[in-house]
Protein backbone atom coordinates (compact mmCIF):
# COMPACT_ATOMS: atom_id res chain seq x y z
CA UNK A 1 0.00 0.00 0.00
CA UNK A 2 1.36 4.00 -0.76
CA UNK A 3 2.07 6.15 2.43
CA UNK A 4 -0.46 8.73 2.24
CA UNK A 5 -0.52 9.51 5.85
CA UNK A 6 -2.47 8.83 8.49
CA UNK A 7 -5.61 9.67 8.95
CA UNK A 8 -6.88 11.79 11.63
CA UNK A 9 -9.59 10.07 12.91
CA UNK A 10 -8.84 6.49 13.58
CA UNK A 11 -4.88 6.84 13.00
CA UNK A 12 -5.02 4.27 10.74
CA UNK A 13 -3.54 4.51 7.32
CA UNK A 14 -4.60 6.59 3.97
CA UNK A 15 -4.86 5.20 0.48
CA UNK A 16 -5.51 6.05 -2.32
CA UNK A 17 -8.86 6.13 -3.69
CA UNK A 18 -10.62 3.94 -6.73
CA UNK A 19 -12.93 6.90 -6.54
CA UNK A 20 -11.78 9.63 -8.98
CA UNK A 21 -14.23 12.25 -6.51
CA UNK A 22 -11.92 11.30 -3.52
CA UNK A 23 -8.17 12.24 -2.79
CA UNK A 24 -7.49 9.56 0.02
CA UNK A 25 -9.82 7.27 2.07
CA UNK A 26 -8.93 5.74 5.53
CA UNK A 27 -7.74 1.63 4.44
CA UNK A 28 -9.58 0.60 7.52
CA UNK A 29 -13.13 -0.59 6.20
CA UNK A 30 -14.68 0.42 9.63
CA UNK A 31 -13.55 3.73 9.46
CA UNK A 32 -15.71 6.81 7.28
CA UNK A 33 -13.34 9.21 7.21
CA UNK A 34 -12.82 10.74 3.40
CA UNK A 35 -10.78 13.37 1.39
CA UNK A 36 -12.82 14.89 -1.05
CA UNK A 37 -10.80 16.15 -4.67
CA UNK A 38 -13.27 19.64 -5.02
CA UNK A 39 -15.37 21.38 -2.54
CA UNK A 40 -18.58 19.53 -3.35
CA UNK A 41 -18.90 16.85 -0.97
CA UNK A 42 -22.17 14.53 -1.00
CA UNK A 43 -24.87 15.42 1.99
CA UNK A 44 -24.55 13.16 5.27
CA UNK A 45 -21.89 11.29 7.37
CA UNK A 46 -18.76 12.29 8.52
CA UNK A 47 -15.98 13.39 6.16
CA UNK A 48 -13.45 15.72 5.42
CA UNK A 49 -15.69 17.70 3.00
CA UNK A 50 -14.76 21.29 1.21
CA UNK A 51 -10.59 20.04 0.42
CA UNK A 52 -9.77 22.21 -2.17
CA UNK A 53 -6.17 21.05 -3.23
CA UNK A 54 -3.63 24.06 -4.96
CA UNK A 55 -0.80 22.68 -7.05
CA UNK A 56 1.77 21.21 -5.29
CA UNK A 57 -1.38 19.21 -3.86
CA UNK A 58 -2.23 18.61 -7.44
CA UNK A 59 1.14 17.35 -9.02
CA UNK A 60 1.34 14.84 -5.36
CA UNK A 61 -1.93 13.29 -6.62
CA UNK A 62 -0.27 12.74 -10.04
CA UNK A 63 2.65 11.27 -8.70
CA UNK A 64 0.17 8.80 -6.41
CA UNK A 65 -1.41 7.70 -9.35
CA UNK A 66 1.65 6.50 -11.01
CA UNK A 67 2.86 4.94 -7.69
CA UNK A 68 -0.45 3.16 -8.16
CA UNK A 69 0.10 2.45 -11.70
CA UNK A 70 3.27 1.23 -12.24
CA UNK A 71 2.66 -2.08 -13.16
CA UNK A 72 -0.59 -1.66 -14.63
CA UNK A 73 -2.25 -2.05 -18.23
CA UNK A 74 -2.68 0.82 -20.10
CA UNK A 75 -6.46 0.95 -19.73
CA UNK A 76 -5.83 1.66 -16.46
CA UNK A 77 -3.39 4.22 -17.08
CA UNK A 78 -6.09 5.97 -19.58
CA UNK A 79 -8.42 5.94 -17.01
CA UNK A 80 -6.50 7.73 -14.72
CA UNK A 81 -5.00 10.40 -16.93
CA UNK A 82 -8.47 11.09 -18.16
CA UNK A 83 -8.96 11.77 -14.54
CA UNK A 84 -6.12 13.79 -13.78
CA UNK A 85 -7.56 15.69 -17.16
CA UNK A 86 -10.91 16.33 -15.47
CA UNK A 87 -10.61 16.84 -11.94
CA UNK A 88 -7.47 18.25 -11.32
CA UNK A 89 -6.46 20.28 -14.79
CA UNK A 90 -9.76 21.36 -15.29
CA UNK A 91 -10.97 20.30 -18.86
CA UNK A 92 -14.18 18.52 -18.61
CA UNK A 93 -16.42 16.61 -21.31
CA UNK A 94 -19.28 17.53 -20.80
CA UNK A 95 -17.82 21.22 -21.92
CA UNK A 96 -16.11 19.22 -25.23
CA UNK A 97 -12.49 20.09 -23.57
CA UNK A 98 -11.51 16.29 -23.59
CA UNK A 99 -11.47 13.62 -25.95
CA UNK A 100 -10.71 10.24 -25.23
CA UNK A 101 -9.63 7.79 -27.42
CA UNK A 102 -10.22 9.81 -30.95
CA UNK A 103 -9.95 7.84 -33.98
CA UNK A 104 -8.51 10.04 -36.48
CA UNK A 105 -8.09 9.29 -40.48
CA UNK A 106 -4.50 9.31 -41.67
CA UNK A 107 -2.91 9.33 -44.91
CA UNK A 108 -1.54 5.52 -44.96
CA UNK A 109 -5.75 4.69 -44.52
CA UNK A 110 -5.71 3.19 -41.07
CA UNK A 111 -7.17 5.49 -38.49
CA UNK A 112 -4.74 7.17 -35.76
CA UNK A 113 -6.00 7.15 -32.14
CA UNK A 114 -5.07 9.74 -29.77
CA UNK A 115 -4.95 8.69 -26.09
CA UNK A 116 -6.12 12.09 -24.74
CA UNK A 117 -6.58 15.27 -26.79
CA UNK A 118 -7.09 18.37 -24.92
CA UNK A 119 -9.13 21.63 -26.43
CA UNK A 120 -9.86 25.45 -25.24
CA UNK A 121 -12.19 27.63 -26.70
CA UNK A 122 -12.95 24.96 -29.73
CA UNK A 123 -9.61 24.49 -30.51
CA UNK A 124 -6.99 21.35 -30.40
CA UNK A 125 -4.08 23.08 -27.85
CA UNK A 126 -2.50 19.34 -26.66
CA UNK A 127 -1.86 16.16 -27.12
CA UNK A 128 -1.51 13.37 -24.70
CA UNK A 129 0.24 9.97 -25.40
CA UNK A 130 0.55 7.04 -22.83
CA UNK A 131 2.42 4.38 -22.27
CA UNK A 132 3.06 2.02 -19.38
CA UNK A 133 5.44 3.34 -16.74
CA UNK A 134 8.67 1.70 -18.39
CA UNK A 135 11.77 3.85 -19.75
CA UNK A 136 11.14 6.14 -23.19
CA UNK A 137 11.01 4.57 -26.24
CA UNK A 138 12.03 6.51 -29.36
CA UNK A 139 9.32 5.10 -31.06
CA UNK A 140 6.70 6.29 -28.89
CA UNK A 141 8.17 9.82 -29.03
CA UNK A 142 8.27 8.98 -33.18
CA UNK A 143 4.05 8.38 -32.72
CA UNK A 144 3.35 11.28 -30.48
CA UNK A 145 5.01 13.50 -33.36
CA UNK A 146 3.14 12.08 -36.04
CA UNK A 147 0.09 12.89 -34.14
CA UNK A 148 0.61 16.53 -33.57
CA UNK A 149 2.10 16.95 -37.06
CA UNK A 150 -1.38 14.96 -38.38
CA UNK A 151 -3.64 17.50 -36.09
CA UNK A 152 -1.54 20.47 -36.23
CA UNK A 153 -1.15 20.79 -32.60
CA UNK A 154 2.14 22.41 -31.09
CA UNK A 155 2.20 20.85 -27.62
CA UNK A 156 2.51 17.39 -26.77
CA UNK A 157 2.73 15.58 -23.52
CA UNK A 158 4.54 11.41 -23.28
CA UNK A 159 3.83 9.79 -19.85
CA UNK A 160 5.93 6.44 -19.33
CA UNK A 161 8.50 6.58 -16.90
CA UNK A 162 8.60 10.52 -16.56
CA UNK A 163 6.68 12.90 -18.12
CA UNK A 164 8.24 14.08 -21.53
CA UNK A 165 6.99 17.87 -22.59
CA UNK A 166 7.29 18.90 -26.38
CA UNK A 167 6.74 21.98 -28.75
CA UNK A 168 6.80 20.84 -31.96
CA UNK A 169 8.36 23.19 -34.02
CA UNK A 170 7.09 22.30 -37.67
CA UNK A 171 9.90 24.16 -39.54
CA UNK A 172 12.48 22.03 -37.62
CA UNK A 173 13.27 17.70 -38.08
CA UNK A 174 12.11 15.24 -35.12
CA UNK A 175 15.35 14.94 -33.92
CA UNK A 176 15.85 18.88 -33.29
CA UNK A 177 12.78 19.12 -30.93
CA UNK A 178 13.22 20.36 -27.75
CA UNK A 179 12.11 18.37 -24.84
CA UNK A 180 11.51 18.78 -21.08
CA UNK A 181 11.20 15.94 -18.65
CA UNK A 182 9.01 15.89 -15.55
CA UNK A 183 10.16 13.33 -12.92
CA UNK A 184 7.28 11.72 -10.80
CA UNK A 185 8.80 13.10 -7.33
CA UNK A 186 6.24 14.31 -4.72
CA UNK A 187 7.25 18.24 -4.34
CA UNK A 188 8.87 18.61 -7.81
CA UNK A 189 8.86 22.35 -8.45
CA UNK A 190 8.79 20.80 -12.72
CA UNK A 191 5.77 18.76 -11.53
CA UNK A 192 3.88 21.87 -10.05
CA UNK A 193 5.18 24.11 -12.56
CA UNK A 194 3.27 21.62 -15.10
CA UNK A 195 0.15 21.83 -13.62
CA UNK A 196 0.34 25.73 -13.07
CA UNK A 197 1.17 25.64 -17.11
CA UNK A 198 -1.18 22.63 -18.30
CA UNK A 199 -4.52 23.42 -15.97
CA UNK A 200 -6.98 24.57 -18.39
CA UNK A 201 -7.94 28.23 -16.79
CA UNK A 202 -4.19 28.96 -17.25
CA UNK A 203 -2.75 27.36 -20.60
CA UNK A 204 -0.86 29.56 -22.65
CA UNK A 205 0.62 27.95 -25.73
CA UNK A 206 3.15 30.49 -26.70
CA UNK A 207 4.41 30.54 -22.69
CA UNK A 208 4.82 27.13 -22.64
CA UNK A 209 6.55 26.47 -25.67
CA UNK A 210 8.90 29.25 -24.57
CA UNK A 211 9.57 27.04 -21.47
CA UNK A 212 9.91 24.11 -23.44
CA UNK A 213 12.48 25.69 -25.71
CA UNK A 214 14.09 28.00 -23.55
CA UNK A 215 14.92 24.36 -20.83
CA UNK A 216 15.80 22.23 -24.04
CA UNK A 217 18.36 24.76 -25.30
CA UNK A 218 19.95 24.63 -21.88
CA UNK A 219 20.53 21.00 -22.30
CA UNK A 220 21.25 20.81 -25.50
CA UNK A 221 23.78 23.58 -24.95
CA UNK A 222 25.48 21.80 -21.99
CA UNK A 223 25.53 18.55 -24.30
CA UNK A 224 27.38 20.53 -27.01
CA UNK A 225 30.31 22.45 -24.48
CA UNK A 226 30.81 18.67 -22.60
CA UNK A 227 31.48 17.57 -26.10
CA UNK A 228 33.95 20.53 -27.11
CA UNK A 229 35.78 19.93 -23.81
CA UNK A 230 38.87 17.77 -24.35
CA UNK A 231 42.78 18.03 -23.49
CA UNK A 232 43.40 19.66 -27.02
CA UNK A 233 41.52 22.87 -26.06
CA UNK A 234 42.96 23.09 -22.50
CA UNK A 235 46.72 22.81 -24.05
CA UNK A 236 45.50 25.80 -26.52
CA UNK A 237 43.66 27.37 -23.42
CA UNK A 238 46.71 27.28 -21.35
CA UNK A 239 49.23 28.19 -24.18
CA UNK A 240 47.17 31.35 -24.88
CA UNK A 241 47.31 32.08 -21.29
CA UNK A 242 50.90 31.72 -20.75
CA UNK A 243 52.67 32.52 -23.90
CA UNK A 244 52.93 35.87 -23.73
CA UNK A 245 54.42 36.37 -20.65
CA UNK A 246 56.63 33.41 -21.37
CA UNK A 247 58.74 31.49 -24.39
CA UNK A 248 56.76 28.64 -25.81
CA UNK A 249 60.09 26.35 -25.27
CA UNK A 250 59.48 27.03 -21.45
CA UNK A 251 55.97 26.39 -21.70
CA UNK A 252 56.27 22.91 -23.38
CA UNK A 253 59.00 22.30 -20.86
CA UNK A 254 56.59 22.81 -18.23
CA UNK A 255 54.00 21.03 -19.70
CA UNK A 256 55.44 18.00 -21.31
CA UNK A 257 55.68 15.41 -18.20
CA UNK A 258 52.36 16.61 -17.31
CA UNK A 259 49.18 14.56 -17.40
CA UNK A 260 45.82 16.52 -18.93
CA UNK A 261 42.84 14.59 -17.72
CA UNK A 262 38.75 15.90 -18.18
CA UNK A 263 37.33 13.63 -15.68
CA UNK A 264 33.45 14.52 -15.23
CA UNK A 265 33.85 12.93 -11.88
CA UNK A 266 35.77 15.59 -10.00
CA UNK A 267 33.91 18.46 -9.46
CA UNK A 268 34.66 22.50 -10.96
CA UNK A 269 34.92 25.19 -9.06
CA UNK A 270 33.83 28.14 -11.27
CA UNK A 271 35.14 31.40 -9.84
CA UNK A 272 33.17 34.27 -8.75
CA UNK A 273 31.77 36.48 -11.17
CA UNK A 274 32.49 40.12 -9.85
CA UNK A 275 29.79 41.41 -8.09
CA UNK A 276 28.77 44.71 -10.08
CA UNK A 277 26.10 46.84 -8.56
CA UNK A 278 24.15 49.79 -10.62
CA UNK A 279 22.70 52.87 -9.00
CA UNK A 280 19.12 52.07 -10.06
CA UNK A 281 16.45 51.65 -10.13
CA UNK A 282 15.53 52.25 -13.10
CA UNK A 283 15.73 48.32 -13.44
CA UNK A 284 13.77 47.82 -10.03
CA UNK A 285 10.34 45.99 -10.31
CA UNK A 286 7.48 46.99 -8.05
CA UNK A 287 5.24 43.91 -6.89
CA UNK A 288 2.61 44.87 -9.59
CA UNK A 289 5.07 44.81 -12.35
CA UNK A 290 6.28 41.42 -10.73
CA UNK A 291 2.58 39.80 -10.82
CA UNK A 292 2.08 40.77 -14.49
CA UNK A 293 5.65 39.76 -15.96
CA UNK A 294 4.50 36.34 -13.92
CA UNK A 295 0.86 36.34 -15.53
CA UNK A 296 2.28 36.95 -18.76
CA UNK A 297 4.75 34.05 -18.49
CA UNK A 298 2.16 31.72 -17.25
CA UNK A 299 2.90 31.33 -13.57
CA UNK A 300 -0.20 32.50 -11.41
CA UNK A 301 1.28 34.46 -8.65
CA UNK A 302 -1.44 35.32 -5.50
CA UNK A 303 -3.86 38.58 -6.48
CA UNK A 304 -3.04 39.70 -3.21
CA UNK A 305 0.61 41.23 -3.40
CA UNK A 306 0.79 40.93 0.72
CA UNK A 307 0.74 36.98 0.08
CA UNK A 308 4.25 36.84 -2.31
CA UNK A 309 7.31 38.10 -1.11
CA UNK A 310 9.54 40.76 -3.55
CA UNK A 311 13.35 40.95 -2.20
CA UNK A 312 15.48 42.84 -4.54
CA UNK A 313 19.43 42.53 -4.83
CA UNK A 314 20.86 45.43 -2.56
CA UNK A 315 23.11 48.52 -4.32
CA UNK A 316 26.74 47.85 -2.90
CA UNK A 317 26.20 44.40 -0.89
CA UNK A 318 25.80 41.04 -2.77
CA UNK A 319 22.80 40.06 -1.55
CA UNK A 320 18.97 39.84 -2.04
CA UNK A 321 17.14 41.01 1.26
CA UNK A 322 13.71 40.59 2.43
CA UNK A 323 12.14 40.62 5.58
CA UNK A 324 8.92 38.30 4.61
CA UNK A 325 6.12 37.43 7.72
CA UNK A 326 6.37 34.22 9.15
CA UNK A 327 2.56 33.86 8.37
CA UNK A 328 4.23 33.10 5.19
CA UNK A 329 5.55 29.91 6.27
CA UNK A 330 2.60 27.90 6.26
CA UNK A 331 1.02 28.54 3.55
CA UNK A 332 2.43 28.50 -0.17
CA UNK A 333 5.04 30.87 -0.36
CA UNK A 334 5.94 32.53 -3.42
CA UNK A 335 9.56 34.19 -3.41
CA UNK A 336 10.40 36.56 -5.97
CA UNK A 337 14.02 38.01 -6.58
CA UNK A 338 15.18 40.86 -9.03
CA UNK A 339 18.34 41.09 -10.37
CA UNK A 340 18.25 44.71 -11.16
CA UNK A 341 22.18 43.32 -12.88
CA UNK A 342 21.32 41.12 -15.47
CA UNK A 343 17.11 42.70 -15.58
CA UNK A 344 15.94 38.56 -14.49
CA UNK A 345 13.64 37.37 -12.10
CA UNK A 346 13.65 34.54 -10.17
CA UNK A 347 10.68 32.93 -9.15
CA UNK A 348 10.30 30.24 -6.54
CA UNK A 349 7.47 28.42 -5.49
CA UNK A 350 7.59 27.25 -1.59
CA UNK A 351 4.98 24.56 -0.43
CA UNK A 352 3.12 25.55 2.84
CA UNK A 353 5.15 24.27 5.69
CA UNK A 354 8.18 23.08 3.86
CA UNK A 355 10.67 25.37 6.11
CA UNK A 356 9.81 25.49 9.96
CA UNK A 357 10.39 28.48 11.83
CA UNK A 358 13.10 27.42 14.04
CA UNK A 359 15.12 27.12 10.67
CA UNK A 360 15.13 30.64 10.29
CA UNK A 361 16.68 34.17 12.00
CA UNK A 362 13.94 36.34 12.49
CA UNK A 363 14.36 40.31 12.83
CA UNK A 364 11.44 41.01 14.87
CA UNK A 365 9.04 38.17 16.29
CA UNK A 366 6.93 38.32 13.35
CA UNK A 367 9.87 39.42 10.41
CA UNK A 368 11.70 36.92 8.78
CA UNK A 369 15.46 37.78 8.28
CA UNK A 370 16.11 36.98 4.57
CA UNK A 371 19.45 37.72 3.19
CA UNK A 372 19.95 35.52 -0.15
CA UNK A 373 23.21 35.40 -1.68
CA UNK A 374 23.70 36.70 -4.97
CA UNK A 375 25.82 35.29 -7.92
CA UNK A 376 27.97 33.55 -5.18
CA UNK A 377 29.26 30.15 -6.44
CA UNK A 378 30.27 29.44 -2.77
CA UNK A 379 26.05 29.66 -2.46
CA UNK A 380 25.22 27.97 -5.49
CA UNK A 381 21.82 27.14 -4.71
CA UNK A 382 19.93 30.79 -3.77
CA UNK A 383 21.88 30.10 -0.10
CA UNK A 384 19.99 32.18 2.73
CA UNK A 385 23.36 33.18 4.82
CA UNK A 386 21.14 33.91 7.87
CA UNK A 387 19.95 29.96 7.88
CA UNK A 388 21.81 28.12 5.40
CA UNK A 389 18.48 27.17 3.60
CA UNK A 390 19.22 26.55 -0.06
CA UNK A 391 15.92 27.70 -2.00
CA UNK A 392 16.96 26.56 -5.32
CA UNK A 393 15.13 23.27 -4.94
CA UNK A 394 11.77 25.75 -5.18
CA UNK A 395 12.87 27.54 -7.84
CA UNK A 396 9.86 28.04 -10.49
CA UNK A 397 11.34 30.35 -13.68
CA UNK A 398 14.03 32.40 -13.89
CA UNK A 399 12.37 35.23 -16.65
CA UNK A 400 14.15 37.87 -18.48
CA UNK A 401 12.66 41.31 -18.14
Known amino acids: MDDCGTCPKCGGELKISPNPKLLYECSDYECDYREYLWPNTPKGGKTKGGLKM ?30 ISSEILGYKVID ?43 KWQEQLFTYLKQMKVKIGILVC ?27 NPDGIKFIDMFTKNNFNEEAISTFITEQGGKKKNVKEIQAQINEILLYDLLKKHFVPKYPVEDFNAAIQNMNIHISAEIPVTIPDVP ?29 NHNDFTKAKLNNGVPKYWANPNKKLLSQEWWLTLVDINKRELHVFRIPAN ?43 RTIPY
Open 54 to 83: DSTEKWNKVVDFYQKDRKSLETVIQKDWET
Open 96 to 138: GNIEAQKHVAYATGNPIKIDILLRKDNKDICIVELKQHQPLDK
Open 161 to 187: DNIYLYSYDFAKDDSDQSCVIVDFERN
Open 275 to 303: FMPKDKDENDLDKSEIYTICRKNGINLPH
Open 354 to 396: SIRAEQLKFKSPNLIDLQIHYNDHHYPNFTDSRSGIHFKKWLV
